[in-house]
């Protein structure tokens, strides 16, 4: 049989569906569109996004970038079929990081991988980019949507998050040289666990039995749903005190957890003091620990454990930031201090 007396192949026999593709973006344009701000220049479809500093207003901008994903937390997505929220722990992973530099974030960019494109679950994960870059304050500027036969199971797929954020360069976090001992470290709560600790949740939650939609032990709601609970967007609390020069440093309590992420912010002379009865852990945590017989210290360094972000703050600061914190609706909590290495 000659080439010609075989049957004609397209993209499409190959599994990619260009069309579905096009209908996605006209889809999720509106969305994209909700989160723009003054710098945002053009929309989507480009080869690359634009964004305008001087239309901010900046005077001195330092630009920070950060990349992040979601982990195994999206392994739930698949098994639950809840899609919506996944896209809000992408942005926060990225957002949260930028704001310990100090930065404000900008503007965002996705990337979305799968081995066949469902546009409804697409459209459901880049609702919640959307919405997670409404919280962060950031505009949703571009991303990249791959159909990759083969390289991803049914019904499976992968999120990558792209973030830039500016601040000033006065404002530039954290501040190694003002760091005392006796600086108060200041925490406010997560939302669970954010997304970190998930291939350690998946193991605990496959030891008990438990299935997805059964009610959670520590929450009213079905188990899979309240463990896809997502991650908190801090700019509104955090953005206030960088800005009026209230804190020296700030941690986002990602993987690794207290332990290993508030040194990030320390100077090698200072190591942080916690207290860990200073603060309400969250029944999430009790059952995770309970159910998987996990060791204390292995819970502090995988788990947030209840505290989503740490401010380092003078001591005639500390009232004053705890005030500005209250203002915006947080509850924050006196967890520690630091003292000399």
Same mark, same amino acid.
């Given at each position: 049989?000659?080439?010609?007396?075989?049957?004609?192949?397209?993209?499409? @026999?190959?599994?990619?569906? &260009?069309?579905?593709?096009?209908?996605?973006?006209? #889809?999720?344009?509106?969305?994209?569109?909700?989160?723009?701000?003054?710098?945002?220049?053009?929309?989507?479809? !480009?080869?690359?996004?634009? $964004?305008?500093?001087?239309?901010?207003?900046?005077? *001195?901008?330092?630009?920070?970038?950060?990349? @992040?994903?979601?982990?195994?937390?999206?392994?739930?997505?698949?098994?639950?079929? %809840?899609?919506?929220?996944?896209?809000?722990?992408?942005?926060?992973?990225?957002?949260?990081?930028?704001?310990?530099?100090?930065?404000?974030?900008?503007? $965002?960019?996705?990337?979305?991988?799968?081995?066949?494109?469902?546009?409804?679950? +697409?459209?459901?994960?880049?609702?919640?980019?959307?919405? !997670?870059?409404?919280?962060?304050?950031?505009?949703?500027?571009?991303?990249?949507?791959?159909?990759?036969?083969?390289?991803?199971?049914?019904?499976?797929? *992968?999120?990558?998050?792209?973030?830039?954020? #500016?601040?000033?360069?006065?404002?530039?976090?954290?501040?190694?040289?003002?760091?005392?001992?006796?600086?108060?470290?200041?925490? %406010?709560?997560?939302?669970?666990?954010?997304?970190?600790?998930?291939?350690?949740?998946?193991? &605990?939650?496959?030891?008990?039995?438990?299935? =997805? @939609?059964?009610?959670?032990? $520590?929450?009213?709601?079905?188990?899979?749903?309240?463990?896809?609970?997502?991650?908190?967007?801090?700019?509104? +609390?955090?953005?206030?005190?960088?800005?009026?020069?209230?804190?020296? !440093?700030? +941690?986002?309590?990602?993987?690794?957890?207290?332990?290993?992420?508030?040194?990030?912010?320390?100077?090698?002379?200072?190591?942080?003091?916690?207290?860990?009865?200073? =603060?309400?852990?969250?029944?999430?945590?009790? =059952?995770?620990?309970?159910?998987?017989?996990?060791?204390? @210290?292995?819970?502090?360094?995988? $788990?947030?454990?209840? &505290?989503?972000?740490?401010?380092?703050?003078?001591?005639?600061?500390?009232?004053?930031?705890?005030?500005?914190?209250?203002?915006?609706?947080?509850?924050?909590?006196? %967890?520690? *201090?630091?003292?000399?290495?």
């Amino acid at each position: 049989m000659t080439s010609k007396d075989k049957p004609s192949l397209s993209y499409k @026999d190959a599994g990619v569906d &260009i069309e579905a593709g096009e209908r996605l973006v006209d #889809a999720i344009s509106p969305l994209a569109k909700a989160t723009r701000r003054a710098g945002v220049m053009g929309g989507l479809g !480009g080869f690359g996004a634009l $964004f305008d500093l001087k239309k901010e207003n900046w005077k *001195d901008p330092i630009l920070v970038s950060g990349t @992040d994903g979601v982990g195994t937390k999206l392994m739930l997505a698949f098994e639950t079929g %809840i899609h919506n929220t996944v896209g809000i722990d992408l942005v926060a992973m990225c957002a949260n990081d930028v704001l310990a530099q100090g930065a404000e974030p900008l503007f $965002f960019l996705d990337y979305f991988a799968c081995g066949k494109l469902d546009p409804g679950i +697409a459209e459901a994960v880049i609702s919640g980019i959307a919405e !997670g870059c409404r919280q962060a304050g950031c505009a949703l500027v571009g991303g990249e949507t791959a159909e990759m036969p083969g390289m991803y199971p049914p019904g499976h797929y *992968d999120l990558a998050g792209f973030v830039v954020g #500016a601040v000033e360069r006065e404002n530039v976090l954290p501040r190694f040289a003002e760091m005392k001992a006796g600086d108060v470290l200041i925490g %406010i709560a997560s939302s669970g666990p954010h997304s970190n600790g998930y291939s350690l949740i998946r193991r &605990i939650v496959e030891r008990t039995g438990l299935k =997805w @939609d059964a009610t959670a032990p $520590f929450s009213n709601k079905p188990l899979g749903e309240a463990l896809l609970t997502p991650t908190r967007l801090y700019s509104h +609390a955090a953005l206030p005190l960088i800005r009026n020069e209230r804190i020296k !440093g700030l +941690a986002h309590i990602t993987g690794g957890g207290l332990t290993e992420n508030v040194p990030r912010m320390l100077p090698d002379d200072l190591t942080a003091r916690f207290d860990r009865a200073s =603060w309400l852990l969250p029944d999430i945590f009790r =059952w995770l620990q309970e159910e998987g017989n996990v060791a204390e @210290d292995e819970m502090h360094r995988t $788990f947030n454990m209840g &505290i989503g972000l740490v401010f380092a703050v003078s001591p005639d600061q500390a009232e004053r930031a705890i005030a500005d914190l209250q203002a915006v609706g947080e509850n924050p909590v006196v %967890i520690g *201090d630091l003292v000399p290495a």
